[in-house]
């Protein structure tokens, strides 16, 4: 009996195999070094797998250097006849999760959130550029499988905690290195109350513990969210199968938390952080950017008005576009917040929100490593009803107010 | 495959935002990643690291998959890195682009400046009149380091 991780990569834990993967994607930040490499060692691209570029971490670029590098990246993935996303279609991992990546799937990414989308039962991580160009040239690459911990969630979250508080939680019982070689499972009966949202959450977090991937089993809410996308999938069922470590999680226990910086593993509960003044708020990215994000931001902050500087970056172009549609972004721009394009915004300390010495971010992004998003700067790491509360009063807050229902 | 050099002692969780900042990413300089190597954990760190063995504590090369972050290392001397243990992603990159990563899971007892030298097919490493051993690496990864990196060991392949 197999392991997710097992089943997939067709061998037992520990052993060493050369696999072809059947998804490859690289962004703007890794495409240019993969590029660099490739042109090195090859002078074609094989298929398949089905190859990927997509711009997220600088967009639109933010001065001539990265836009020269950008144009030679986009004009050899059209060549090339890869799928390409240019500025504004929004974050590679979030546009691999409306419908391209299916359970049972193979996927490498070069950024290490690619573990985002194991949340289809997918064994998906995170490669180097190097890495990457190999797999251009040759449609393979070696993995060792990884031994599993599986995290066992039993109950269900009480509003206003979620499943950022659910990911934060383990991370910080798990610690930075508490999964390092090894793939996360998510597993118990709980699992069957969380949304595909909520579940891409989970596994985003878990390279923040050092694992290769976090996997959710695809099971009916799998498959009703691909079918949404035009795409039929089996569910798959779970077996019995040993795992390293099984830690127990009761779902009702879960609060609203923070990790403070500059540890993603220093998790506390807000109340025991309540009132650390904010000089920026930050609502976005791979694990906090979509569309039921942004709609419960606009729940809190609708007909008031945020007290600090509130930036807000969608997941992807259908993100924006859903927001325009349900009216969730003309409440959030009424409310004073600043929207960016599609993208990773200032999660990376690259531009549009880079923080000043001195200053604190509070961000529902995945990093809060020292001065990630600028020299000086602090992070302390929330939910999206976390940020709201916080984004209102200027400084950090409890949700339990604000989202009572 | 034989290493040498003097030790740099650095702490643990040593994360890749901090061996190259995000705001250095944009450029195929590889000279700018190895002149602001680690700045932000120690300004006037860079210019010793050439000809140096980091002496880290666990999970060293955390976070990001930015593989400029083990190039920015390799640019600036670095003969090798040993740890107890190292973030998954860093470890590959590091291979690939030729920096020997050794796994001690004893940890090294680290004096700043002492000498190292370590042999990679017999997974042993001497320092300070001491030897510890490291976990092996596998054949093929100390091919592709002898190689000088993954793209030296794909030309050499053919």
């Given at each position: 009996?197999?392991?997710?991780?097992?089943?997939?990569?067709?061998?037992?834990?520990?052993?060493?195999?050369?696999?072809?993967?059947?998804?490859?994607?690289?962004?703007?930040?890794?495409?240019?070094?993969?590029?660099?490499?490739?042109?090195?060692?090859?002078?074609?691209?094989?298929?398949?797998?089905?190859?990927?570029?997509?711009?997220?971490?600088?967009?639109?670029?933010?001065?001539?250097?990265?836009?020269?590098?950008?144009?030679?990246?986009?004009?050899?993935?059209?060549?090339?006849?890869?799928?390409?996303?240019?500025?504004?279609?929004?974050?590679?991992?979030?546009?691999?999760?409306?419908?391209?990546?299916?359970?049972?799937?193979?996927?490498?990414?070069?950024?290490?959130?690619?573990?985002?989308?194991?949340?289809?039962?997918?064994?998906?991580?995170?490669v180097g550029a190097t890495d990457m160009a190999a797999i251009w040239a040759s449609g393979c690459t070696w993995f060792r499988v990884p031994g599993t911990i599986a995290l066992s969630l039993e109950g269900g979250l009480?509003?206003?905690?979620?499943?950022?508080?659910?990911?934060?939680?383990?991370?910080?019982?798990?610690?930075?290195?508490?999964?390092?070689?090894?793939?996360?499972?998510?597993?118990?009966?709980?699992?069957?109350?969380?949304?595909?949202?909520?579940?891409?959450?989970?596994?985003?977090?878990?390279?923040?513990?050092?694992?290769?991937?976090?996997?959710?089993?695809?099971?009916?809410?799998?498959?009703?969210?691909?079918?949404?996308?035009?795409?039929?999938?089996?569910?798959?069922?779970?077996?019995?199968?040993?795992?390293?470590?099984?830690?127990?999680?009761?779902?009702?226990?879960?609060?609203?938390?923070?990790?403070?910086?500059?540890?993603?593993?220093?998790?506390?509960?807000?109340?025991?952080?309540?009132?650390?003044?904010?000089?920026?708020?930050?609502?976005?990215?791979?694990?906090?950017?979509?569309?039921?994000?942004?709609?419960?931001?606009?729940?809190?902050?609708?007909?008031?008005?945020?007290?600090?500087?509130?930036?807000?970056?969608?997941?992807?172009?259908?993100?924006?576009?859903?927001?325009?549609?349900?009216?969730?972004?003309?409440?959030?721009?009424?409310?004073?917040?600043?929207?960016?394009?599609?993208?990773?915004?200032?999660?990376?300390?690259?531009?549009?929100?880079?923080?000043?010495?001195?200053?604190?971010?509070?961000?529902?992004?995945?990093?809060?490593?020292?001065?990630?998003?600028?020299?000086?700067?602090?992070?302390?790491?929330?939910?999206?009803?976390?940020?709201?509360?916080?984004?209102?009063?200027?400084?950090?807050?409890?949700?339990?107010?604000?989202?009572?229902? | 495959?034989?290493?040498?050099?003097?030790?740099?002692?650095?702490?643990?969780?040593?994360?890749?935002?901090?061996?190259?900042?995000?705001?250095?990413?944009?450029?195929?300089?590889?000279?700018?990643?190895?002149?602001?190597?680690?700045?932000?954990?120690?300004?006037?760190?860079?210019?010793?690291?050439?000809?140096?063995?980091?002496?880290?504590?666990?999970?060293?090369?955390?976070?990001?998959?930015?593989?400029?972050?083990?190039?920015?290392?390799?640019?600036?001397?670095?003969?090798?890195?040993?740890?107890?243990?190292?973030?998954?992603?860093?470890?590959?990159?590091?291979?690939n682009v030729g920096l020997p990563l050794m796994e001690c899971e004893d940890g090294c007892r680290c004096t700043e400046g002492d000498r190292i030298s370590a042999d990679l097919e017999s997974g042993m490493v001497h320092?300070?009149?001491?030897?510890?051993?490291?976990?092996?690496?596998?054949?093929?990864?100390?091919?592709?380091?002898?190689?000088?990196?993954?793209?030296?060991?794909?030309?050499?392949?053919?």
């Amino acid at each position: 009996m197999s392991t997710l991780s097992e089943r997939i990569l067709g061998a037992p834990a520990g052993e060493f195999v050369d696999r072809a993967v059947d998804r490859a994607y690289v962004h703007d930040g890794t495409g240019v070094l993969t590029l660099e490499a490739w042109r090195q060692i090859a002078d074609r691209v094989v298929t398949p797998p089905r190859f990927y570029v997509m711009f997220d971490h600088i967009v639109p670029a933010n001065n001539s250097v990265t836009a020269t590098l950008q144009h030679e990246l986009r004009d050899f993935a059209l060549e090339k006849g890869f799928c390409f996303s240019d500025v504004g279609g929004g974050i590679s991992h979030q546009l691999m999760a409306e419908g391209e990546v299916m359970p049972g799937e193979i996927v490498v990414g070069a950024d290490s959130h690619t573990c985002t989308l194991g949340a289809f039962g997918a064994f998906a991580t995170g490669v180097g550029a190097t890495d990457m160009a190999a797999i251009w040239a040759s449609g393979c690459t070696w993995f060792r499988v990884p031994g599993t911990i599986a995290l066992s969630l039993e109950g269900g979250l009480c509003a206003p905690a979620g499943a950022k508080d659910l990911a934060l939680t383990y991370v910080g019982k798990l610690g930075m290195d508490g999964a390092s070689y090894r793939a996360l499972e998510f597993i118990g009966d709980g699992i069957s109350s969380l949304e595909m949202d909520d579940r891409l959450t989970l596994c985003n977090l878990a390279v923040e513990t050092g694992a290769k991937a976090g996997m959710c089993y695809a099971d009916h809410t799998t498959r009703r969210y691909l079918a949404g996308r035009g795409k039929e999938i089996a569910i798959q069922a779970a077996e019995d199968c040993s795992y390293e470590r099984e830690m127990a999680f009761d779902l009702n226990d879960v609060v609203p938390v923070v990790a403070c910086p500059p540890r993603v593993d220093t998790v506390r509960p807000v109340t025991e952080v309540e009132g650390i003044s904010l000089d920026q708020v930050f609502v976005g990215t791979c694990t906090n950017g979509r569309y039921s994000d942004l709609a419960t931001l606009a729940r809190g902050v609708r007909g008031k008005r945020v007290a600090v500087r509130t930036i807000v970056a969608p997941a992807s172009e259908s993100v924006l576009n859903e927001a325009v549609r349900t009216g969730v972004l003309a409440d959030l721009v009424q409310a004073g917040c600043t929207i960016l394009p599609p993208g990773c915004g200032p999660c990376l300390g690259a531009h549009m929100g880079v923080l000043g010495e001195g200053e604190v971010c509070l961000s529902t992004a995945n990093r809060n490593f020292r001065n990630r998003m600028g020299v000086g700067g602090e992070i302390y790491l929330s939910s999206v009803e976390t940020a709201a509360a916080s984004a209102l009063k200027g400084a950090i807050t409890s949700p339990e107010d604000l989202y009572a229902d | 495959m034989r290493i040498e050099g003097r030790a740099v002692c650095l702490g643990e969780d040593i994360d890749t935002d901090l061996i190259i900042a995000g705001r250095y990413l944009r450029t195929k300089d590889r000279s700018v990643w190895a002149e602001h190597v680690m700045e932000d954990l120690d300004p006037d760190l860079a210019p010793r690291l050439r000809g140096a063995v980091i002496i880290a504590g666990k999970n060293f090369g955390c976070g990001s998959s930015r593989e400029q972050a083990a190039v920015a290392l390799k640019e600036a001397g670095v003969a090798g890195i040993i740890a107890p243990s190292f973030a998954r992603i860093f470890f590959r990159n590091a291979i690939n682009v030729g920096l020997p990563l050794m796994e001690c899971e004893d940890g090294c007892r680290c004096t700043e400046g002492d000498r190292i030298s370590a042999d990679l097919e017999s997974g042993m490493v001497h320092m300070n009149g001491k030897d510890y051993s490291i976990r092996l690496l596998s054949p093929r990864m100390i091919a592709i380091l002898s190689a000088g990196g993954l793209v030296e060991f794909w030309r050499k392949k053919g």
